[in-house]
Structure formats: structure tokens, C-alpha cells
């Protein structure tokens, strides 16, 4: 049960140049998550789903596009990356359980340099 | 106001000891909170959800107090492996029921021995 997964690790782009990032879970979570996190602003939501086909804007969706086309994977894009989108980018799957509230289990990042 | 503040420290504190760290935030609609447990380069780990009644592992004790719109995490005879930034994440109210998390910038806990 390998959780929540990510790829790449590390990727390093130029300004301009297009990226997707993979993120697959095992655990049949409906809900699945992408955050970034910089320097001093903490973890951002970027775009979350609520389930296959769904998805929606969190706090920092600009420049990113994202596509939920099973249930497990969620794809995260950038179109035409620019340098503020140097980041290290976290995938999140949670499961809404009575009593529990939304506990997410985080992926292990990809950190993305553009240049 | 910030939706979700912590104290970033960093809080030294001699192996032993007992620290506790608090977070507001400021959506009263809020309706769970959690701590995460971050280390250097590694992603956010739960470390537990925060009930109306409080919550209790081993250790760790986590209160809230909706009242004061805060929450907060005691860690008891501390460690050198609990060293690492603690991360407060409070919902965000949204549809679905699949709510985001709005996270707090953390507070870093260094055990020194």
C-alpha cells in the first residue's frame, strides 16, 4: 500500500516551457488535493476534486490547470510555466468520514525550479 | 486578519520538557482542525485531529476552543525526535464535503538535549 504517490521528484523548467505532475493514491480516497508550499506563505490550495470528472479552484488556481480522469490519479498542468511557480507542489487524498472530519494524507512533493 | 496564525517561532526547548504551541483562526464556520507534523524537506504527516472534546495520543494533547477561535498541542516529556515544525490546518468551508485545508505557516520546535 504505497499511499500517496508523486511524480517527478524534481524537475527543473524554463519560463514558458509546459509541465504536468502526476499524483496517484491507492487508498479509493473520492477527494484528492494539489498545494503548494513556499518560503514564509505556508500551504496554498491550488485545485482540489471531489470526485472522477470533477474539479474545482482552491485559494491559487492561476496558471494551473488540473484533470481528474479516474478516480485514482490527479494531473496537475502548467501551461507556460513562470518563475513564480517555483514551488515544491503537494498532492493530498482524503476520504470524508463520519466523525473524522477530512483528515488528508499528503504525497512526498515534486519541487519545481523554472528558470 | 489572517485565516490561520501560528507563532513561528523556532521554540528551543531542552529535552524533557513540556512545550505548547496555540493557533487562531478566523472563519468561526470552521468545523475541523488538525495538526500535521512537518519535517526539513519532507511533506505534512497528521499527527491528529482536534475534537470539540478535546484529544489525547500518548503524548501529544490537542484542545480547542471554539469560544476563542483557537487550537492547541501540548507535547509532553519532549524528545529530540519530536524536533520539526508543526503545522495547524483548520477546513475551508466549501461544497462537496471534500473541504480544502487552510494552513498555518507553522510553528518550528527544536528539543535540544
Known amino acids: 500500500n504505497a499511499g500517496v504517490t508523486q511524480t517527478p521528484k524534481f524537475r527543473v523548467l524554463k519560463t514558458g516551457q509546459s509541465m504536468t505532475l502526476l499524483c496517484a493514491q491507492d487508498?479509493?480516497?473520492?477527494?484528492m488535493y494539489w498545494y503548494r508550499q513556499d518560503p514564509g506563505m505556508g500551504l496554498r490550495l491550488i485545485h482540489y476534486?471531489?470526485?472522477?470528472?470533477?474539479?474545482a479552484k482552491g485559494e491559487v488556481p492561476d496558471g494551473y490547470n488540473v484533470s481528474r480522469l479516474k478516480k485514482q490519479n490527479f494531473l496537475l498542468g502548467l501551461e507556460s510555466a513562470a518563475p513564480s511557480q517555483t514551488s515544491v507542489y503537494f498532492c493530498?487524498?482524503?476520504?470524508?468520514?463520519?466523525?473524522?472530519?477530512?483528515?488528508?494524507?499528503f504525497g512526498p512533493g515534486t519541487r519545481l525550479t523554472v528558470l | 486578519r489572517k485565516e490561520v496564525e501560528q507563532d513561528p517561532g523556532p521554540f528551543n526547548v531542552p529535552e524533557g520538557a513540556t512545550v505548547a504551541f496555540n493557533c487562531t483562526y478566523s472563519?468561526?464556520?470552521?468545523?475541523?482542525f488538525f495538526w500535521y507534523r512537518q519535517d526539513c524537506r519532507k511533506e505534512p504527516k497528521l499527527l491528529m485531529s482536534?475534537?470539540?472534546s478535546g484529544n489525547e495520543d500518548g503524548r501529544f494533547t490537542a484542545q480547542l476552543n471554539r469560544a476563542s477561535q483557537y487550537i492547541s498541542l501540548l507535547i509532553r516529556d519532549s524528545k529530540l525526535s519530536d524536533s520539526a515544525t508543526y503545522l495547524c490546518?483548520?477546513?475551508?468551508?466549501?461544497?462537496?464535503?471534500?473541504?480544502?485545508?487552510?494552513f498555518g505557516k507553522g510553528t518550528h520546535l527544536i528539543i535540544q538535549p
Open positions: 493530498a487524498s482524503s476520504q470524508m468520514l463520519a466523525g473524522a472530519g477530512n483528515e488528508q494524507f
Open positions: 482536534v475534537y470539540s
Open positions: 472563519n468561526s464556520a470552521s468545523q475541523s
Open positions: 487508498m479509493n480516497h473520492e477527494y
Open positions: 490546518a483548520v477546513n475551508t468551508p466549501g461544497g462537496g464535503g471534500a473541504d480544502g485545508l487552510t
Open positions: 476534486s471531489v470526485g472522477e470528472g470533477t474539479t
